[in-house]
């Protein structure tokens, strides 16, 4: 019961993020660090893809889940006293085609929780800013939605041209100070704040080689998701 309780009141409250993201753009938001409670980083474990690689300490989702209550209990621990640091991210090479390979940043089981969980929170308020037509990194939507939606377009309209555009190493070269400074503007708590800061700064492992991530950030798969 009291943890049916726990989770109608974090919906209740998660609303209301929604609320006032959604009715105030310019609405800063101050204390989002306490919804990181030990029900909400378990529920956020559960969303990973457990037979993912594991991350530069070995452990797989399934050795983290064997003892999940004490690891996602002491995990919480840290991150309320402020004392939980980023792990360095082990680097990976994917075949791209055409003879090309793509880095792909590779984290532990326990800083993708913690990425899960942030990241759900802050799509919360930036979800709200979305134009209807925006596809990218949104929860329920593909790309293949995305060529639905302009197939329906150009059936409907006398569409002469398509823009096909990419930026070229996007992940790669984006500028932290910008980041920071962006997410800055309605992104108060210094706690969330500094996890994210982590996490552009981490090292990155590659075989016997690590260097620290000054610009950009490790490309790896999305864990962006909503609750």
Partial sequence: MDLLREIENRKTKFSCIKRKARENPEEVFTSLAHYLTEEYLTASFRELK??????????????????????????????????????NIRRSWIDKGGGKKRPLGISTVE?????????????????????????????????????SYLRKQCMNRKTRWIIDADIQGCFDNFDHEIMIDLLSKRIK????????????KVGVVDGNSMQINRMGTPQGKRQGCYI
């Fill in 111 to 147: 800083d993708k929780i913690v990425q899960r969980a942030v990241s759900n929170i802050l799509n919360l308020i930036y979800e709200q800013d979305f134009y209807d037509l925006s596809y990218g990194f949104r929860q329920y939507r593909s790309a293949h939605h995305a060529l």
């Fill in 50 to 87: 457990k037979s993912a690689a594991s991350g530069i300490d070995g452990k797989s989702a399934y050795d983290y889940e064997t003892n999940l209550q004490e690891n996602i209990k002491d995990l919480q621990t840290r991150l309320r006293n402020k004392s939980y640091k980023a792990p």
């Fill in 189 to 200: 708590d210094k706690s969330i704040m500094k996890l994210i800061m982590q996490w552009l």
